[in-house]
């Protein structure tokens, strides 16, 4: 979906009068997300330095994030359940990998997941 597709489905999700508000304000947190994604896959992969606890700061940040989105979204239509649902599995998957940082060989899985909610979302919602 483009962009103004996506900002369409927020007014249907947000309400019309606060839609183009909703989707500007989620907007740095999104370039946050995609930034700090960006982050952890380079020490993960090992292009940076493994930091344990910079990935655990980006998964907290990310659960946090999109539970408060969560629960700001009014679920009165079925995209908007789906939405929602989306925001509180990336919320989640970001729980499980936080709690999984310490284990180095666990953390690719749990990264897979979670990129994947990106994915997912953004398939469905934006791009």
Known sequence: MKWAAWVGAATALLGAPVAVVATSRLSPTMQAWRDDARAVR?????????DPVAVGR?????????????ATLNTRN??????RHRFLAFA?????????VAER???PAD???VFGDCRSCHDKFKN
């Open 42 to 50: 380079d020490i993960v992969s090992g292009r940076e330095t493994f």
């Open 58 to 70: 980006v998964m907290q940040a990310y659960d946090e994030d999109s539970q408060r989105i969560a």
């Open 78 to 83: 079925a995209d908007a359940r789906d939405l």
């Open 92 to 100: 989640s998957d970001s729980r499980a990998a936080q709690a999984d």
């Open 105 to 107: 060989s666990r953390l």
């Open 111 to 113: 990264l897979a997941r």
